[in-house]
């Protein structure tokens, strides 16, 4: 675990505030510091930014730099979060494994995302970063799994009805609900894909 610091910029009401304070002195310039947390946590994921109130993540300094009362009146520090940008995709690797991963959603009542795709399917392995972006947006309240049709019986691969690659399909209740087969542009299959999320959501 790393840590990094960054300096804080106040807009010109603030410096207004601050210098009220400390008249004939310049503006004290602050850091504080923030964390990046290892891609080991899930996957291998980014870190995005979000912005949280003063009062949540910065103590104030003592003696003449006690402004905490002037952090209080106005401004934000954006600070990182730990919500990936990207989530990989988890690999269902035997029939066995797939029942498993169908079994838990049913009993947690969740719906799942399951990309069937080929090594040698170039779209696929194009098409596969993108999913993990779009996995990001939804993580952690629903997961995207990937299915490699040559590493499994073709018993699971005609169960699920899959016959071209790329196929993406949403499960709910151990029941196939909705698919999208993604030979087109892969940005066209990511908006398709979270169209039938967002059916599934409001069905």
Not at 162 to 167: A, E, I, L, R
Request: proline residues 5%; neutral net charge; charged residues 20%.
């Amino acid at each position: 675990m790393t840590s990094h610091s960054f300096n804080l910029r106040f807009s010109p009401s603030l410096k207004t505030s601050i210098n009220s304070n400390f008249p004939g002195k310049n503006s004290p310039c602050f850091s504080a510091p923030f964390l990046k947390i290892p891609s080991s946590s899930f996957g291998g994921f980014s870190l995005k930014r979000k912005t949280l109130g003063f009062d949540e993540k910065i103590n104030g300094f003592g003696g003449e730099f006690g402004i905490v009362s002037a952090w209080r009146e106005e401004g934000n520090l954006e600070e990182l979060d730990d919500a990936p940008l990207t989530v990989e995709l988890q690999q269902i690797c035997s029939e066995s494994q797939f029942d498993r991963v169908i079994a838990e959603a049913q009993q947690l009542e969740e719906s799942l995302i399951i990309l069937w795709m080929a090594s040698w399917c170039r779209k696929c392995i194009y098409l596969k970063p993108k999913l993990e972006k779009l996995a990001a947006d939804y993580y952690p309240r629903l997961r995207f799994y990937c299915v490699d049709v040559n590493t499994v019986p073709h018993n699971l691969v005609s169960h699920a009805g899959v016959t071209k690659m790329p196929t993406i399909q949403l499960w709910r209740d151990s029941k196939k609900q909705a698919e999208v087969i993604g030979g087109h542009k892969a940005y066209l299959v990511v908006n398709e894909v979270r169209q039938m999320i967002g059916n599934e959501c409001t069905s």
